[in-house]
């Protein structure tokens, strides 16, 4: 890649799934320039980069946009070589993405739902997210990473599970991931979040925790993780 | 070196159906189990549960003892094994990051509009006709004049649709949706589809899966 290469994200810094572009982007050692986006007001560069779901992150590289931050990852593999986050071999790599599917079918919205509602419904939630947990827990075992020794796809796509998670726990006054259920994903936040790669990338955590705060009532009405 | 592929499988499942096409299309060998006998969907082989332990459904493909589960993942595990012949994902990244854009659209919304669309009534179902005619309508745009969704190749976003041309039928008979007649260019996609001999072989007669949604159907005790 000699020419000049410009890459672009169209992003939140609020949002996980913008920070999983990122993160790739950094361990690829790939310089990019981030665009933040108003997200109830969508700069007419991001509904044109995702017609279809008008969502962030996009990735534009060289003008070309990748939405879905799933599928930006396995583009951002495929173009940048070095530093893979998928292993080589195919039964390992249908087993990442098979494990980043389930976080992102299972865990997520399980562990957001039970932030944001009470009583019966908010015991089911729980309940949904400490069984999803409790597998991903067990799959993890006692490896530093997903990934073995250092960052790949899996641990990637579980970081909302890091940062974001645990200062939603802390707004909605639950605590869900705790060292007794759950010692291996405990232990695996605390070496994801001090990773260098990860620590340049996140938000500030006081800074994310002020604005769920403030954002809470408006998140209990809805439930919409567009907030 | 004699290799072992076992597929686990139910036999109307679109889902299966996207496997059985990528392995026909590599001429694959290998063994197809049905699970759930007599319909009853407890009762899960010791093989399957085994298997995808997780989320206890098929379709699982078992390579050398070794499983594979959902769909879409295994038909990127079978382009990544079985790299000889025509490719089912284009070379480029970003051909490929387009197709797999579009196979996760149909993967995410097809199936769980379409089933609501047989499933429920009045206005719930008005609903999903409407939802369902707007996703067949992107889907036939990005189709565009082109012979399949990668152009000229069979490929990845072809098989991830497909299955669901055998429930087009259901979907007019439950649902007063006519594919031909609001998509009619993805209606004419569908029957070049069926003239590959991987897609004709898989795919079951729409009657039959309509006959099987009738069934469910009063099983259910939905009318």
Redesign the interface.
């Known amino acids: 890649m000699a020419e000049a290469e410009q890459v672009k994200v169209l992003r939140s810094w609020l949002s996980p799934w913008s920070f999983k572009v990122e993160l790739a982007l950094k361990l690829k050692g790939v310089p990019h320039e981030k665009v933040e986006e108003d997200l109830a007001n969508k700069s007419p560069l991001l509904l044109a980069s995702n017609p279809?779901h008008k969502k962030i992150p996009v990735l534009l590289?060289n003008g070309?946009a990748?939405?879905?931050s799933?599928?930006?990852l396995?583009?951002i593999d495929?173009?940048w070589t070095n530093n893979p986050i998928l292993p080589k071999a195919?039964?390992e790599?249908?087993m990442a993405?098979?494990w980043s599917?389930?976080i992102d079918d299972k865990c997520v919205g399980a562990c957001w739902m039970s932030c944001w509602t009470e009583g019966e419904t908010q015991q089911m939630f729980m309940e949904q997210a400490r069984a999803s947990l409790r597998?991903l827990d067990d799959e993890l075992g006692e490896r530093k990473f997903f990934g073995g020794e250092s960052i790949g796809l899996v641990d990637i796509s579980a970081c909302f599970l890091s940062l974001w998670f645990g200062v939603l726990q802390e707004v909605a006054g639950i605590s869900l991931i705790n060292g007794e259920e759950f010692p291996n994903l405990c232990r695996w936040i605390e070496g994801f979040v001090a990773t260098d790669a990860v620590t340049e990338c996140l938000p500030p955590r006081d800074e994310l925790l002020a604005t769920f705060q403030s954002k809470k009532q408006a998140i209990l009405a809805t439930k919409s993780m567009v907030y | 070196m004699a290799e072992v592929v076992v597929l686990l499988d139910l036999w109307v499942s679109p889902f299966g159906q996207r496997c059985r096409i990528a392995l026909a299309e590599k001429g694959v060998a290998y063994e197809y189990k049905e699970e759930y006998k007599e319909e009853d969907w407890t009762n899960k082989s010791p093989l399957l549960l085994q298997s995808n332990p997780v989320h206890k459904k098929v379709p699982v493909l078992i390579h050398d003892g070794k499983p594979v589960c959902e769909s879409l993942i295994i038909v990127q595990y079978i382009y990544e094994v079985w790299s000889d012949g025509a490719p089912l994902l284009p070379a480029d990244p970003y051909a490929r990051a387009q197709a797999r854009f579009w196979g996760d659209f149909v993967d995410k919304k097809i199936y769980e509009c379409g089933t609501r669309l047989w499933k429920l009534k009045g206005e719930a179902q008005q609903e999903a006709k409407k939802e369902l005619i707007e996703i067949l309508k992107l889907l036939q745009a990005e189709l565009g004049d082109k012979k399949y969704f990668g152009g000229d190749a069979f490929g990845y976003v072809d098989i991830a649709l497909v299955p669901f041309c055998a429930w087009f039928y259901t979907y007019k008979a439950c649902g007063g949706l006519s594919v031909e007649a609001e998509v009619p260019k993805l209606a004419a996609w569908g029957r070049r589809c069926m003239e590959r001999e991987s897609v004709a072989k898989t795919l079951y007669d729409p009657l039959k899966v309509y006959e099987f949604v009738c069934h469910l159907k009063k099983k259910y005790g939905i009318e």
């Open positions: 279809i590289h070309k990748i939405p879905e799933g599928i930006i396995e583009y495929e173009t195919p039964y790599r249908s993405r098979f599917r389930f597998i």
